[in-house]
């Protein structure tokens, strides 16, 4: 059985950092987070593929680093200037095999497997 057990989640400043890990019980092809906000839908925050290709959506470009670990099975996310516009529960998922195409990566059913969540809140 796969298992994505995420932590790193918290309370924060406006402005703060938080760094999130998940570890996972095998090796993916694609792994990354996602996260849901108050009454929003799901969103895909940044993938990694196992060559190192990342992801990021415009909101969190040059905020957000994603990174893997391939001998641990360990993928994170470091998340500086924090708004709270990033509250939310935030997700690591992973997938074996690639994606047929860019908008296919941020489609939350392209992900086979999911952690239980983390929440992160950022106060003004």
């Known amino acids: 059985q796969v298992r994505l057990v995420e932590s790193g989640g918290g309370l924060v400043q406006a402005g703060g950092s938080l760094r999130l890990s998940c570890a996972v019980s095998g090796n993916f092809y694609l792994m990354g987070w996602f996260r849901r906000g108050p009454g929003k839908e799901r969103e895909v925050v940044a993938t990694i593929s196992r060559g190192g290709k990342t992801l990021y959506r415009d909101s969190v470009k040059g905020r957000f680093t994603i990174s893997r670990d391939g001998a641990k099975n360990t993928v994170d996310l470091q998340m500086n200037t924090l708004a709270p516009e990033d509250t939310a529960v935030y997700y690591c998922?992973?997938?074996?095999?690639?994606?047929?195409?860019?908008?296919?990566?941020?489609?939350?059913?392209?992900?086979?497997?999911w952690g239980q969540g983390t929440q992160v809140t950022v106060s003004s």
């Open positions: 998922v992973a997938r074996s095999t690639t994606l047929a195409s860019l908008r296919a990566y941020y489609a939350a059913g392209n992900y086979q497997h």
